[in-house]
């Protein structure tokens, strides 16, 4: 059982940076994906982010594209996503989300999530 913690939010003004982190109890396997998403008070899960685990191949939500960066660590079997140019509307829980085959669907862990709250 992959245990999967979050950190990194926080209370931040409209245009200051954030770094999230989600660090697996365990390495993940090299077939893995890691994503990252959000969901606000009232709306749906959102998808913000996405990486393969093996190759590093990335991709990315409409609400993070040029501003958002997801990245890896193998050695601390971590997944970042740095924020910048943080904007109100990004505040939200932020959740990330490992499956082990990259082209499932779903996913076989979650974290239990990170507050990040953007004041304008």
């Not at 954030?18 to 606000?40: G, I």
């Not at 040029?66 to 932020?94: C, H, W």
């Amino acid at each position: 059982q992959v245990q999967l913690v979050e950190s990194g939010g926080g209370l931040v003004q409209a245009g200051d940076s954030l770094k999230l982190s989600c660090t697996a109890s365990e390495r993940p396997s090299t077939t893995s994906a890691v994503d990252w998403f959000r969901q606000a008070p009232g709306k749906g899960r959102e998808f913000v982010a996405g990486i393969r685990w093996n190759n590093n191949v990335v991709n990315y939500g409409d609400s993070a594209e040029g501003r958002f960066t997801i990245s890896t660590d193998n050695i601390k079997n971590t997944v970042y996503l740095q924020m910048n140019n943080l904007k109100p509307e990004d505040t939200a829980v932020y959740y990330c989300a490992l499956k082990t085959l990259w082209t499932l669907r779903d996913y076989n862990y979650w974290g239990q999530g990170t507050q990040v709250t953007v004041s304008s």
